[in-house]
């Protein structure tokens, strides 16, 4: 590759499957049916596709189930051979494309380390000396010596995870290791992809979790039937795959699962997410104006009145807040007839909430019983972005202060600590 | 940049060259399934000891006691005991092998690294089971005053990397096939019974050529048995048997034949018989192997890059 600042660059790149039609390919078939050619379907899984990768890009590959995104991250990892066209690569790629990559169930958490840490390209010396790392990272300290078969499936990816991020190449292929955890493990691949971003490494990630691509990748390519339809800012390419596959909004579906019960009395409808402008966005930034509307259709005369209450969570599930619709307001929406509805809006004129992925339940309740008639768990996901990137989970809008004393103290000559004090202004911040 | 947790992710470790990142990979895989074989199972690795006693055992009982089967020296025991060893490896070497790429299907799907790796891993898995069990022929024969040695001990290196070679030749063939023809297995198991028979593990090439005299001897014609000339050849061309024979005339006993009695001087015995003149055919066995060796590689990376798919 000519260009040093090229780490990928794939030219007119094509992959055909052959999928026989009957599935008896055994050798006396042949034998018997030498003469007459095995039927095949061909699957034509990519064509023609081209573009580069720059060392230190962070690119995203979206696209419906089958669209051939597995299929060219693996044709990038050597694992399949492509039919036409040609593959460069420039720098240590990482040899493996999900999490857990040769864990043995019959292996203890011990044994699957060195196993699974070999695959990664880990000496065995490096791998003796991170093992305590390991283990902790993953919180499976008293299990170190247990077969794999007998952990859970989050301690299994646990441990999968805090092996991986051991492992150090200039380029990265992951598919959809986003799939397979839960809240907080999701965030601690966020905080992975930062780590990577920083370091300046080469990613590329197939993933349905469109609000990562969104606010990780610098650059996203968009297949469809295994032709290259977009490529180009995330924000363009996201909307256009949206609008391809009828997504009205960012919606999360990749998220965790709505879940849903209650009398159905009174139903809500179509959650969304607004910006100050009235347009749809998930992706609120913090500090500024967010409006959460939803429609609510009454389907039974017997209901009185009704309360509403809404409750913001963080993705791991920690609830936020609780807001319950104030009592002067009921009378706007109770008392009415079947068939009867309306808009409940709630309005946060200044988000508090820091870099992270959050959700919203919604409850419909009656007003004297608290009867649930509709309640949403997941009803919405956001991922909240702080331009800033400051750390933690609100910005508390704190205001801070330096008062100089008035009389100098007396301290001893060498030590003048009350110099500086000015300009550490933000304490508690690392520098790394 | 926000760093909420990851002031607690590990810096990542160096990743090793490609050469020392292979050879790990190799080890550790054999590891593993060395500890796999073993897994679930009472006795263990013992099984591994067992087995090929019992079959000695089995063997013994039928060929000693009741076939009288010998070939007159007092080494036959602990020489059929070589050769049931020796028998054990290259079956079960080339049994797992065969298996190693269709059974790894999930890593082969989702990492990169070269697929001989797999074959490499299960094949050295065998071996290492193989070099234990013939430290124990070893320690039995010196207990029992079984054993002759001499110098010629060292020669048992080149025979064993021979007898390797051999099954990982024929490793890399069948599990490349056996990936889409699962008929393979069948057919190799048909076949494995034939090279039982064929490699001498039970009796040596003497054994047979003396019943050859005694058949040619007692009236017969070459005329009439030619298909025993036959096969006495073909027996003489196994390099499993060859390898057999060696490894007891090195470790053993230097009255076991060696390769050029086994191939030329027995030959030439049996040449009395057959008007056949074969000057080539002491490196037979070694051509045999190197032959084997090529074909199995050639096959092996035809077939390799489309594992993924047709796994």
């Not at chain 1, 179509?270 to 259709?297: C, H, K, Q, S, W």
């Amino acid at each position: 590759m000519a260009d040093r600042d090229l780490a990928i660059r794939v030219e007119h790149l094509s992959k055909r499957f052959r999928i026989p039609l009957d599935r008896s390919a055994t050798l006396k078939h042949r034998l018997t049916h030498w003469r007459s050619a095995t039927r095949y379907r061909i699957l034509q899984a990519l064509v023609d596709v081209s573009f580069d990768v720059r060392a230190g890009e962070f690119i995203g590959i979206i696209g419906h189930n089958g669209s051939g995104k597995s299929t060219l991250l693996k044709i990038l990892s050597r694992i399949y051979q492509p039919n036409a066209g040609v593959v460069a690569i420039q720098g240590k790629v990482s040899p493996f494309l999900e999490l857990g990559v040769g864990f043995n169930p019959e292996l203890t958490a011990r044994d699957n380390i060195f196993l699974s840490g070999a695959i990664l390209g880990l000496s065995r010396a490096e791998l003796h000396r991170r093992l305590e790392d390991i283990i902790g990272f993953a919180e499976l300290e008293q299990f170190v010596d247990h077969k794999l078969k007998n952990f859970s499936s989050g301690m299994q990816v646990r441990l999968a995870f805090s092996l991986a991020i051991q492992a150090h190449a200039d380029i990265l292929m992951m598919d959809e290791v986003l799939a397979v955890g839960d809240a907080p493990f999701q965030q601690k691949c966020f905080d992975v992809f930062n780590r990577y971003k920083r370091e300046g490494r080469t990613v590329v990630l197939v993933t349905h979790e469109l609000s990562a691509v969104t606010t990780y990748c610098d650059r996203a390519l968009l297949l469809d039937h295994g032709r290259l339809v977009a490529d180009g800012d995330t924000a363009d390419v996201t909307a256009q795959y949206r609008h391809a596959i009828g997504m009205a909004a960012d919606g999360g579906r990749a998220d965790a699962e709505m879940e849903r019960w209650g009398s159905r009395d009174v139903v809500v409808t179509g959650i969304r997410m607004l910006d100050e402008r009235g347009v749809e966005d998930t992706n609120p930034a913090t500090g500024g104006f967010v409006r959460i509307e939803f429609g609510y259709v009454i389907q039974n005369d017997v209901v009185a009145d009704f309360s509403c209450v809404l409750w913001l969570m963080r993705g791991d599930g920690v609830m936020i807040s609780e807001s319950n619709l104030p009592v002067s307001q009921y009378a706007q929406v109770g008392e009415s007839q079947r068939g009867a509805g309306g808009t409940i809006r709630f309005d946060i004129p200044q988000l508090t909430l820091l870099d992270g992925a959050y959700s919203i339940d919604v409850e419909l309740q009656g007003r004297r019983d608290r009867a649930v008639f509709d309640h949403l768990k997941n009803g919405l996901h956001f991922r909240v972005i702080d331009r800033r990137e400051r750390r933690g989970v609100i910005e508390p809008g704190g205001a801070w202060s330096v008062v100089p004393a008035e009389q100098p103290a007396d301290v001893p000559e060498p030590l003048a600590s009350t110099r500086r004090a000015g300009r550490d202004e933000r304490p508690g911040r690392r520098r790394s | 940049m926000s760093a909420t947790a990851d002031v607690r992710l590990p810096a990542a470790a160096p990743q090793l060259d490609t050469f020392r990142h292979y050879r790990q990979l190799t080890v550790e895989l054999a590891i593993s399934q060395f500890k796999l074989r073993y897994t679930q199972s009472v006795l263990g690795y013992l099984w591994s000891l067992l087995k090929p006693a019992m079959v000695f055992a089995i063997t013994y009982f039928i060929f000693v006691d009741l076939f009288r089967i010998n070939d007159g020296t007092k080494f036959y025991g602990i020489q059929l005991l070589l050769g049931i060893v020796i028998w054990t490896f290259f079956s079960e070497c080339t049994a797992s092998s065969m298996a190693s790429i269709a059974s790894n299907g999930g890593l082969i799907r989702k990492a990169y690294f070269p697929r001989s790796i797999l074959v490499i891993a299960a094949s050295l898995s065998s071996l290492f089971t193989f070099l234990i069990n013939l430290v124990i022929v070893f320690v039995i024969a010196v207990a029992l005053h079984q054993i002759d040695i001499g110098l010629r001990i060292f020669l048992v290196i080149p025979l064993l990397l021979e007898l390797y070679l051999l099954a990982f030749g024929i490793s890399l063939f069948l599990s490349a096939l056996f990936v889409q023809f699962h008929d393979v297995s069948h057919l190799w198991e048909v076949l494995m019974q034939l090279l039982f028979y064929g490699s001498g593990v039970m009796f040596s090439l003497t054994y047979v050529l003396q019943r050859l005299h005694l058949a040619l001897g007692v009236g017969q014609t070459k005329e009439q048995t030619p298909h025993l000339l036959w096969i006495v050849q073909l027996m003489a061309a196994n390099p499993i048997m060859q390898t057999i024979e060696d490894l007891r005339h090195a470790l053993l006993t230097p009255q076991a034949p060696w390769t050029e009695l086994v191939v030329s001087g027995h030959l030439a015995a049996v040449k009395q018989y057959a008007a056949v003149d074969v000057p080539w055919e002491v490196p037979i066995p070694f051509l045999a192997v190197a032959l084997v060796v090529t074909v199995g590689a050639l096959t092996f990376r035809a077939r390799a890059r489309n594992f993924a798919e047709n796994l």
